[in-house]
């Protein structure tokens, strides 16, 4: 019997900082919220299905910038310090909490838990290189690591400039495979962002799919005749996914999606703010700034409920509730396939549904065991499967060859978040500069001198 196909995208990306001048700096920890929220919780899934003989599938896009930041010793040491600081915290905490609510001692004691396995996984199990961690899953067939753009820089605004998507391009496959081992196969274009001819740049240096919003299908130069629901080839080769807008609200959408749950994690209520100042002040920006520490005692209790007023977390009940949601997806994953497999006269519908790798963890407390249930209950079903993008290219058949719309993954699917009377003063400078870097490339195509060959990298990353 056929069954359709479910696929989850994750693309993780974090601007490039680094500042190892300063022992402490406040952009650097965007990165270590990171790791500590989203990526070593999906390892932590990946380790926890794979002990109990559970089939995971999933694709994650890991930008080149956030790989040199993984990959980076001092950055790395940085971290480690950072967690070691937050396990102390949490110790105090389970001491302080003994003789407050219960329901905040109970997640104290979760936070210290939590926060030592946390240390041990990135200590003992990955050398302070996660990286390796989700090599070895991708090795292990788990794992679909797909490549992005070198920036993150939007490429329909470089149309013009081929050789800037050239760049783009090729920085991107160079770093892949450096840090991986391998030439990447797929990748995430920065926002989702296509142009029609971008598949020409994509198909040159060897990668084989990428993934577009919705938008990109619906008003492609032929009509899609599956809709979003299976992948079609462009006019180079290249395979294309499209975002089911269906999964995305279910999932995301702030007014229905199920992170807006009253039951889940209160995210602007953390103890940075709440505890005293001269007893946090050891854990937070050592100018006195108050900033988030991760461990958090609230619930969401209701959209209107104000942040002093919001009830105490609890855990076990979080999770029993992204268990429920978990069971509900499917539910309607299963339905939605039903429905188009009569439509599809038998041919297996693809349900694509992408999202910012840290919705799940950071933003959604929740959404990585959200994740891991849904995986767990998915290996029971009868009517679906879920697959890497990989998996999807080497054995699909019967594939529409058609050229996808320009189009992004922004507000109205096209380019005016990025491109709009607020900025569009910065474009002509950013062109001149392309302009410029060029000729510069060229004028010293085979420089020698180590400074100016320093200098010339530089221009480049700042641009």
């Known amino acids: 019997m056929p069954r359709g196909q479910m696929m989850f995208v994750l693309h993780a990306h974090l601007p490039y900082v ?90 104290a004691q979760y936070y210290l838990q939590h926060l030592e396995d946390t240390l041990y996984i990135f200590r003992e199990q990955y050398k302070k290189n996660i990286l390796n961690g989700f090599k070895e899953y991708m090795a292990r067939g788990y794992l ?78 032929e009509r899609p005749r599956y809709g979003v629901y299976r992948p079609i080839v462009t006019p180079n080769n290249v395979f294309a996914f499209a975002k089911d807008p269906e999964s995305s609200e279910q999932v995301w959408s702030a007014q229905i999606g199920y992170p807006g749950d009253s039951r889940y994690r209160e995210f602007y209520r953390d103890i940075g703010f709440d505890r005293e100042y001269e007893y946090i002040r050891p854990y937070i920006d050592p100018s006195g700034v108050r900033m988030n520490t991760g461990i958090k005692y609230h619930k969401i209790t209701s959209k209107d409920t104000p942040l002093d007023k919001k009830d105490y977390y609890d855990i076990d009940e979080a999770k029993a509730t992204a268990y429920e949601h978990a069971k509900d997806f499917l539910r309607k994953k299963e339905a939605q396939i039903d429905y188009l497999l009569n439509l599809f006269e038998g041919l297996e519908p693809i349900i694509v549904a992408p999202f910012d790798a840290e919705l799940f963890g950071h933003w959604w407390y929740e959404g990585p065991f959200f994740l891991e249930y849904f ?59 392309v302009e410029r870097m060029t000729e510069v490339a060229k004028e010293h195509a085979d420089e020698s001198d180590p400074l100016k060959i320093c200098v010339l990298n530089q221009m480049v990353r700042e641009l």
Not at 61 to 81: D, F, V
Not at 181 to 199: H, M, N, Q, S, T
Not at 405 to 431: C, K, Q, R
């Open 18 to 107: 680094h500042h190892p001048e300063y022992p402490f700096f406040l952009e650097e920890h965007w990165l270590f919220e990171a790791i500590t929220e989203t990526y070593i919780p999906l390892l932590r899934m990946f380790r926890n299905l794979e002990q109990d003989k559970v089939p995971v599938k999933l694709t994650m896009s890991i930008t080149p910038p956030l790989m040199e930041m993984l990959a980076n010793s001092n950055l790395q040491n940085k971290y480690e310090k950072h967690l070691e600081k937050l396990v102390e915290l949490a110790r105090k905490e389970v001491a302080r909490t003994a003789n407050e609510h219960p329901r905040k001692h109970k997640m």
């Open 144 to 221: 679909d690591i797909i490549t992005c753009n070198a920036t993150h820089g939007y490429l329909p605004f470089m149309e013009q400039y081929p050789q800037a998507i050239r760049a783009q391009l090729e920085q991107a496959v160079k770093t892949y495979e450096r840090h991986i081992g391998v030439k990447p196969r797929g990748i995430w274009l920065a926002e989702c962002a296509y142009f029609p001819g971008l598949d020409k740049y994509l198909a040159e240096y060897g990668l084989e799919y990428f993934f577009v919003d919705s938008h990109a299908f619906w008003y492609a130069d």
């Open 375 to 433: 995986m767990r209950e998915a290996a029971k079903s009868q009517k679906l499967r879920v697959v890497r993008a990989c998996d999807v290219v080497d054995w699909i058949e019967k594939v529409q060859i058609l050229t996808p719309a320009a189009s992004s993954w922004g507000a109205n699917g096209y380019n005016e978040v990025w491109l709009n009377g607020t900025n569009d003063w910065i474009y002509p400078h950013l062109h001149e500069m």
